[in-house]
């Protein structure tokens, strides 16, 4: 991962993370955030997931 993935990961991942209405993201939201910024393959998937319809 080169440093400018992972400033986006953290960006993504923390903005919100001080807000009163922050929520503990789902396994679906995190695996959209991961694909969206081309974070894929075995290390970023949650084995055994079925995704929520």
Same mark, same amino acid.
């Given at each position: 991962?080169?440093?400018?993935? !992972?400033? !986006?990961? !953290?960006?993504?991942?923390?903005?919100?993370?001080?807000?009163?209405?922050?929520?503990?993201r789902t396994v679906d939201e995190a695996? !959209?955030?991961?694909?969206?910024?081309?974070?894929?393959?075995?290390?970023?998937?949650?084995?055994?997931?079925?995704?929520?319809?």
């Amino acid at each position: 991962m080169t440093i400018g993935k !992972a400033w !986006a990961l !953290a960006k993504v991942w923390y903005y919100d993370r001080l807000s009163p209405e922050f929520h503990r993201r789902t396994v679906d939201e995190a695996l !959209a955030i991961f694909e969206e910024l081309g974070l894929t393959g075995p290390f970023w998937s949650f084995a055994g997931h079925t995704p929520t319809p």
